[in-house]
């Protein structure tokens, strides 16, 4: 459960509060690509996220083909053909997903992504990004 948001997962398009929050536009592609793409089925695994003692991050997007929102950081993301399936992954070099983060503390946090082959569970792709979180002011 989400210890920021206090739900797993929220239906509808408007089921998380993103009101003047601006998202990370994230795209998910191949950079191998076989005759048919990647050639196996991709899964994102739940990120490693470091960040100031005791603080907590999550990362959340909205999947239109579930109408739900999704905290990536608990559930990682989804099983994509990552070349091909746009429809599973709702994203596409031209149809970016919008990710959105919330967090407890004020801080620079690290978070590692990693691709995993679900066939032969080989990680296929490892991305690290810096986020720093800054005051949001909601009023």
């Known amino acids: 459960m989400s210890e920021l948001l206090g739900v797993d ?14 998202p990370i ?5 191949a950079t191998t690509v076989n005759s048919l793409g990647y050639g196996n089925v991709v899964k994102i695994m739940e990120p490693e996220i470091t960040g100031p003692t005791g603080s907590k991050m999550e990362i959340w ?10 905290n990536i950081a608990k559930k990682g993301w989804g099983t994509l053909d990552l070349a ?3 429809k599973a992954s ?3 070099p031209d ?3 919008p990710v959105y983060i919330f967090a407890d503390t004020v801080g620079e ?10 066939i032969t ?11 720093n979180v800054v005051v949001f002011d909601v009023t």
């Not at 536009?25 to 592609?29: D, P, Q, S």
């Not at 690290?110 to 082959?117: C, E, G, I, L, P």
């Open 121 to 131: 569970g080989e990680v296929v792709a490892t991305e690290t990004i810096t986020v």
């Open 61 to 70: 997007a909205y999947s239109p083909l579930d109408t739900k929102w999704f």
């Open 25 to 29: 536009n994230v795209n998910i592609e």
């Open 9 to 22: 997962s929220k239906s509808g398009e408007d089921g998380v509060n993103i009101t003047g929050m601006t």
């Open 109 to 118: 946090y690290t978070v590692t992504f990693r691709a995993v082959d679900t």
């Open 90 to 92: 709702g994203s596409y």
């Open 95 to 97: 149809n970016p997903v």
């Open 84 to 86: 091909y399936n746009k």
